[in-house]
């Protein structure tokens, strides 16, 4: 099956720093979506990305879709104390069919903001 | 508002006994999901549903069931064949024809 990686596990920020997590897999996806996740709430759509290349901003958040279809990143500019989290990754494959049965998501990257 | 609302927030649930988790959308969605999410381990998808009356296993179904009779509705049973059912669930959908999908506020259910 796909095999998705996410980096880092945690990490521990100041407030005002840049924040940069990335994905990749072992096969090439066509789709990256990122999702963050408060304490025990559902996952929120931030961003999705269609096509390789691609650049999408959503206010402080920056994410890609890399050119090899096989990685993305996410960058969180100038951190505030409500970005504290666990974000996820989520691809699917070139090959699958639409919808989740071919989704694949990353394990996430905790953030936490040391004020 | 337009989203997807799962009930209850919090169950508890007796060895032996089976309980179900409410998922309902007003999206007009056509697919929608069932994932279990354990610390460390993020998202497994249990089942899941591309349109009413018809619904397939996602990589850990054993012990669970579902059913897809209304388009707006997929509950999700967790039988007392799940072992270890302690976690918490994620109902989600999208569109037929999408990749993105979208979740709800999620259920925590706990044996006692």
């Known amino acids: 099956g796909q095999q998705l990686n996410q980096s880092p596990q945690s990490m521990f920020i100041q407030e005002g720093e840049d924040v940069s997590m990335n994905c990749t897999s072992s096969s090439i996806f066509n789709t990256w979506l990122w999702y963050k996740q408060d304490p025990g709430e559902g996952p929120v759509l931030l961003i999705a990305?269609?096509?390789?290349?691609e650049l999408t901003s959503n206010g402080r958040l920056t994410a890609q879709f890399g050119i090899t279809r096989k990685d993305s990143f996410l960058n969180i500019s100038a951190s505030i104390p409500s970005d504290v989290g666990i974000y996820f990754c989520?691809?699917?494959?070139?090959?699958?069919?639409?919808?989740?049965?071919?989704?694949?998501f990353g394990k996430g990257t905790h953030l936490i903001i040391q004020p | 508002d337009g989203g997807i609302t799962q009930s209850p927030k919090y169950l508890f649930r007796k060895e032996g006994q089976n309980v179900t988790l409410s998922c309902e959308q007003n999206?007009?969605?056509?697919?929608m999901y069932w994932y279990r999410q354990d610390p460390g381990q993020g998202l497994r998808l249990i089942y899941y549903?591309?349109?009413?009356?018809?619904?397939q296993k996602g990589d850990i179904a054993e012990g669970y069931s579902v059913s897809r009779e209304k388009k707006e509705s997929f509950p999700l049973t967790v039988t007392s064949a799940q072992k270890n059912p302690t976690a918490f669930y994620l109902c989600?959908?999208?569109?037929?024809?999408?990749?993105?999908?979208?979740f709800g506020e999620g259920s925590w259910l706990t044996v006692v």
């Open positions: 990305l269609y096509k390789a290349g």
């Open positions: 989520a691809g699917q494959g070139m090959y699958s069919g639409g919808g989740a049965d071919g989704l694949t």
């Open positions: 999206l007009n969605h056509d697919a």
């Open positions: 549903s591309q349109i009413v009356n018809d619904f």
């Open positions: 989600a959908s999208s569109p037929s024809h999408g990749n993105t999908i979208y």
